[in-house]
């Protein structure tokens, strides 16, 4: 296995060296021609403001057209999967947190997902719900941060503070449920960590009644502004057939006319409850993908409304305390319980042998975890499969072509988190 | 054979086992509290339910023995349901306090309750609320925890036969304790703790300092004395933090004694050493190995030029056979020196030297297995449960669940008299005596010379022992299918060991034990490496292999194995050693873990011989009184911080880990002498002790690691027994190494590789020239009206004088005391804990008193680990060796007893 | 393009619209806060600052039982326990660090908790110029506790962990009791 690792390091750092040999061939040969040509290697990053954490791309230039980019990835790699091997399942929540650290609560979604499968627990009713809730509201909170920034990286100043003021009133909500506004570490194996009150319900009410006239604000600055339209229409086109064979998801890939969306395909949660469309694009440029985040946060804020319609009352957590935490009252009250708490805390739960993979619909595409287990109380593997580092992969077909200062926003279209990227 | 189906699977069993053991062998393994491999069921805690497929009846699996057609299940909703409901009222008074219990995490009864329990009790609760046991040192009895499966009480009365604890009350009330609510008072083997699947009984020493999960194990073998237990040394950060055993593994099978699982704290205190010292102007200074390799390596050489045998070295027995091998090689190779010796001449050589001669090897004819075959067992001049316990513990087991016929011979009673079927209460030193007349006896088929007559007489007469019984023991001994004679320390330290040692030859000889399998002698080794030092050749007489060092033929063996020539010269041992120190022919000695002037009277002016040595290098742990003479002194690693092999009694090669790290800038004590050699210019080229442990094994194949139970197995029945080497250490295949010359001494027997190959020590034994001639003994003397002898013995709570250093067995054992026969403290109004002087021809000492109704009348026993210079002042000055081992043979002296105390 | 759309861009009517919406939120609520003058109320349950807490008789609440440097993902957390000085059977924690500059604030200690020792306050604004001054010793999260105690609080009590407080039930308490219930002067 270490060996496998090892060379797989090593093969990479070798293509790695090729590319970036044959560009310094490149520049030296145009070194050795007598007239200066158009052909220029530019080194963008790792400290870069618009790059959104820390990425470097080496670009080799013609002139201000872009010829060939290579994104050089792990300036935030952390080593979560490696980690998570040294840790109980509750103890991995809060890592997954620092993932794409922009929407923590799909991570942990994604996350609490793939052990429930492995353990094939039914979550109660009543947690289902919140679930899907707050996963859609981390959505809308996701694509408002996608909208302020690109607007901002694009230029457009003013809609970053609309839109983060829409933002800011989730986060409160998010602050109320779990105590963190970023890292909320909320979901729980078989259930979420605390209820949702009623004060919380009104509140998601009355910013749903509102959000619409907020989306209009946002497309009056936006939606026919000629610099903006310069900027992202047909820019970074991508076809379905290319899309597809590249492993894009989420907007990037809807961006192109697929209408994938897990959703919809494998649907989890209470998704199967509500009604909601996947709002699909046409020419696949970056236009294309703003509209359907515009949407995307419409149809979120549906189902917003309509889980908080349907919602049934109940627990919130699996009442299978070989799993969940028991009720901290009867802790010390009851033996059996705190002996439950005690083995919890220390062990975690174990797990059957076995191996999972679960993808999860997330703001910025299909975040999947695959986890080996070997039945112990921690996993024997966890490979991550983030949606930001695989729609890095299609960054050089993408952007070829096009002028540098839309490397920006090629960036920028795909919601990229280099907290997830680098993992 | 029964035909059983368990989960339907059919399993085919003996008629006697129970379900359990039918259900362990078809691999489905049952929960259980109560039930242990190596003890009798006894179907308390109700957890190994199983459910008969045909009757529907849940019945007990530990206690129900199988039947012929059976079918059975051990899973299923009646049985899980069985298995929830006495979880819950197991625990419904059980207190709430996981978080505090010092078993929390890794305590069965949790386990259980999270893998099978309920997550909520239905039950109202009544919660015990007993004060806590906190009067011993060692174990603290919390009664609130217990769920009475009596693991414990069984496990110190079968395995241990120790009866210190047991049930006190009965009904509701019922806890587990010491007898009378007093303080815990016993061995200390701590196997109760061990096997408790609760936190009733948890460790007083690190009591709430742990959290098992914080811990690190590593498996690996005690270097205390020769039993060669495995055991769980677990640490936190490097450090150690507690011993523990695991069931059915190693030799011991999952049970340690007092020492291996308490005493192991010495090696983490700050009095040790933990950088080189080096004397400057009559201090010892702290210097650094950069300073000292140097300084050391040019006197040396100074030395080393001007002829061979100029430098002489003494080494611990206790260390490993890695140390043992660089130490002679580092001698004979590099130094020119055969002026070496071991610890083992104090007391072990007297046995080691007849048996290489009259059987060729040091492996044991027999192992503890056949301890548990044999009929007949007599036991001369040892008290295996202190020397070597775990020998001990299958001895109990022999006589008790074995009813073999146990003959004890000693002068006070030991802990096994009690299981013998007779005890021949002997005089103090009288063993050789004892030996003598029992093995002429034999061997002239009771045709006894007058001379010998008049010499049984006077046993019967003198030492007042009942002839009846006496016949008893030789017609055992003639009429037995299989015997084993047990030897010890107190045979080995009288002052006809050797002679006496061929004489118990010469005994199993005539009964015919050598030939036949399943008898013979086993001699219980003083320290954990005794065999190992010697097969390595640490001593004059033999190099390694035990090949004698003085033939030439020999000594070309081993120039061609090392390709180099070998020019040391006569050389000699510890007695040879001190003699040439004083002729002026020896200019440098160096020890490992050695103190030649704690063995020896204050008077015995080894002091002013050792004084006019011009180099004195002491490789030690600890500050002692040559450490305070040395030039150099040089911090050697214990043996918990590095890694070594080490022969136990029964002949095994086991591997011994490195668990923590190393103190200060101490070094293994092979690779001081490396480095040494490195800085003369001439080395070894030792440079890891797998290495070393290969060079080893290449020579002396025989040597190849070896264990019995090595694989640990969960839940076993104890009769699975695997003999298989230990893999870890790196070593060639067995087909690919050849021994030296194709003549190691070490011969071991095919299928048991840790026994000697019987035919070849039938045929040696053949030739023995020895066996024809009676050896005449001295007859022991008897103390006058109003006289003692003083004799010393090892204690059970330590090893040696280094754990004297150890604070967790200082707790349990802090000081020495004198032990006096009870009836003549009454006598002589003694008290316990009173102070008397005693005094010999050559001084007198006093000493603290404990009456015992084990010690004879005759005789006052002290612990020879506290056996300081005051003690030793006792004996005379003189030094007197054996002339045909070179031993020290004064061990007993004259006293008279006194009340009045010296100033 | 069409006449009308050729208007719009002659006009600039799109750039028009959006300054008007700009500038109709001149006259809005203002939605931004001075910080630092003014501060935000945080929630009740913030995962803020941990702490430690304390008996209503001013005894420590904490038994050294490690289950929180067990349950730690960040391992902030370090217990070392021993025996109480003072009375032989009880367990307590000698030593008791906890890494602010590691700890990651995800409330799992306060969760692990058995006896309600640990809690979180609003806290979030320590900082200091070396990194040993965010390592805090028990001593420090005992009078971080004291001066935030109704925070801590509200925290269990909003994170649903109040319970062993309130049941009434005496029976938890009662095998780890505030030394003055049992013995006099504590």
Known sequence: MDTEKTTGVKEDIRQKEIVLGSLRQAVLQNLDSSIQTDQFLLNMGPQHPSTHGVLRVLLDLDGERIKRSVPDLGYLHRGTEKIAEYRTYNQIIPLTDRLDYVSAMANNYAFVRTVEKLLQLKVPERAEFVRTIVAEVQRIVNHLFWLGTQALDIGAMSVFFYTFREREELLDIFEILCGARLTTNYYRVGGVESDIPQHVVDRLYRFIDAFDGNIREYNTLLETNRIWLARTKNIAVITAEDAINFGLSGPTLRGSGVPYDLRKFEPYGAYDQVEFDVPVGQNGDIYDRYWIRIEEMRQSAKIVRQCLDKLPSGPIMTDDHKVSFPEKGNVMHNMETLIHHFLLVVHGFNVPPGDTYCGTETPKGELGFYIVSDGTGKPYRMKIRAPSFVNMGAFDFMAKGYMIADIITIFGTYDIVMGECDR | ?903 | MTLKSLVKSVLFTEIMQGLKLTFTHMFKKKITVQYPHQKLELADGYRGFIVHRRYENGQERCVGCDLCEAICPAKAIRVVGDIHPEFPERRFAKEYTLDFTRCIFCGFCVVACPVNALSMTKEYAHSSFTREGLIYSKDQLLTLGDKCESESIAYLKVRNMWGAEDSGKDEGRYHFPPISATQSGG
């Open chain 2, 1 to 903: 054979m029964a035909k059983v189906t368990v989960n339907g699977i059919e399993v085919e069993v003996d008629p006697s086992y129970t379900i359990l053991k039918a259900a362990e062998k078809a691999g489905i393994s049952i929960p259980t509290f109560c039930y242990h491999p190596r003890m009798d069921p006894a179907g308390s805690c109700r957890i190994c339910a199983v459910e008969l497929e045909d009757s529907k009846r849940v019945v007990m699996s530990c206690v129900t023995p199988v039947a012929d057609g059976m079918r059975v299940l051990t899973e299923s909703p009646k049985i899980h349901d069985a298995r929830k409901t006495n979880l819950e009222l197991l625990l419904l008074h059980h207190p709430l306090d996981c978080p505090v219990c010092d078993c929390g995490g890794e305590c069965p009864l949790q386990n259980m309750s999270f893998a099978y329990g309920a997550t909520e009790s239905r039950f109202e609760s009544h919660r015990n609320d007993e004060a806590e046991d906190l009067k011993s040192d060692v174990l603290v009895f919390n009664a609130n925890r217990c769920i009475l499966c009596g693991k414990c009480v069984r496990i110190c009365d079968e395995i241990q036969d120790v009866h210190a604890i047991g049930f006190i009350n009965r009904g509701f009330d019922t806890i587990i304790g010491p007898p009378l609510g007093k303080k815990l008072d016993c061995e200390f083997c701590g196997d109760c703790l061990e096997v408790c699947p609760t936190g009733a009984i948890t460790d007083h020493f690190v009591r709430y300092k742990f959290r098992p999960w914080q811990l690190e194990q590593h498996q690996t073998t005690c270097t205390y004395c020769a039993s060669g237990c495995q055991m769980q040394v677990e640490t936190e950060n490097e450090s150690i933090v507690r011993v523990t055993s695991k069931e059915g593994l190693g030799p011991n099978e999952g049970s340690i004694c007092v020492v291996g699982r308490f005493g192991f704290n010495h090696v983490q205190t700050p009095q040790r050493f933990d950088t080189p010292y080096m004397r400057v102007e009559h201090r010892l200074v702290p210097s650094s190995w950069d300073e000292v390799l140097p300084e050391l390596a040019s006197r040396l050489n100074a030395i080393r030029r001007k002829g061979t045998d100029r430098v002489a070295g003494l080494l611990s027995s206790r260390v490993s056979l890695e140390d043992a091998y660089a130490f002679q090689t580092f001698f004979r190779r590099v130094l020119r020196s055969n002026m070496i010796d071991t610890g083992a001449r104090y007391g072990f050589m007297n046995a080691a030297i007849p048996l290489v001669e009259a059987t060729g090897t040091l492996r044991p004819l027999v192992d503890h297995e056949d301890l548990l075959k044999a009929k007949v067992i007599l036991l001369v001049g040892a008290d295996p449960v202190a020397e070597s316990n775990i020998t001990g513990l299958f001895l109990k087991r022999a006589a008790r669940k074995n009813r073999a016929k146990l003959y004890v011979v000693d002068s006070e009673a030991i802990t096994l008299s009690t299981r013998a079927s007779d005890h021949i209460r002997i005089h103090p030193g009288g063993e050789s005596l004892f030996v003598g007349v029992l093995s002429e006896e034999i061997s002239s088929r009771g045709n006894l010379s007058a001379e010998w007559l008049t010499r049984k007489e006077e046993l019967f007469k003198n030492w007042n022992v009942d002839p009846g019984v006496f016949q008893r023991l030789v017609n055992d001994l003639k009429s037995a299918e299989t015997g084993i004679v047990v030897t010890g320390r107190k045979m080995f330290r009288n002052e006809n060991a050797s002679r006496s040692m061929i004489n118990m030859m010469r005994l199993i000889g005539s009964l015919g034990w050598i030939e036949k399998e399943g008898c013979g002698i086993l001699p219980i080794p003083e320290t954990a490496n005794d065999l190992g030092v010697l097969m390595m050749g640490a001593t004059h007489e033999w190099l390694p292999g035990l090949l004698d060092a003085r033939n030439e033929s020999s000594r070309k063996q081993w120039e061609n194995a090392w390709g180099t020539s070998l020019s040391y010269g006569p050389g000699g041992g510890l007695e040879q050693i001190l003699q040439g120190i004083e002729e002026g022919r020896i200019n440098a000695l160096i020890t490992i873990g050695e103190n030649p002037i704690g063995h020896f009277p204050p008077g015995s002016r080894v002091r002013e011989i050792l004084g006019k040595l011009e180099l004195i290098v002491a490789l030690d742990m600890f500050q002692n009184e040559l450490v305070d003479m040395a030039h150099f002194v040089l911090p050697a690693s214990s043996s918990f911080e590095r890694a070594g092999h080490f022969v136990s009694i029964e002949g095994f090669v086991q591997k011994s880990v490195s668990t923590m790290a190393h103190w200060g800038e101490s070094l293994p004590d092979w690779e001081i002498l490396e480095k040494i050699s490195y800085a003369m210019g001439n080395p070894m080229g030792f440079d890891s002790s797998e290495k070393l442990m290969a060079e080893i094994v290449r020579f002396l194949p025989d040597l190849s690691p070896s264990t019995r139970n090595g694989e640990h197995f969960v839940g076993g029945t104890g009769d699975i027994h695997l003999v298989k080497p230990l893999d870890s250490c790196g070593f060639a295949n067995a087909s690919d190494v050849k021994g030296v010359g194709g003549l190691s001494l070490l011969k071991a027997s095919g299928s048991t590789p840790h026994k000697a190959n019987r035919e070849s020590v039938s045929s040696r034994f053949r030739s023995w020239t020895e066996m024809s001639r009676p050896i005449m003994n001295a007859t022991s003397g008897i103390p006058g009206e109003g006289e003692f002898i003083f004799s010393m013995s090892k204690s059970l709570f330590h090893s040696g004088k280094m754990t004297l250093q150890d604070p967790n067995l200082k707790k349990i054992q802090p000081e020495g005391k004198l032990r006096i026969n009870r009836q003549t403290a009454r006598k002589r109004k003694i008290k316990k804990g009173e102070k008397i002087t005693l005094t010999s021809a050559h001084g007198r000492c006093s000493f603290v008193v404990e009456p015992s109704p084990m010690v004879s009348e005759f005789e006052l026993v002290f612990p020879e680990h506290f056996a300081d210079a005051q003690v030793l002042a006792l004996f005379p000055p003189e030094m007197a060796f054996s002339p045909m081992t070179g031993t020290p043979t004064t061990h007993r002296i004259r006293v008279s007893l006194s009340t009045e105390t010296i100033s």
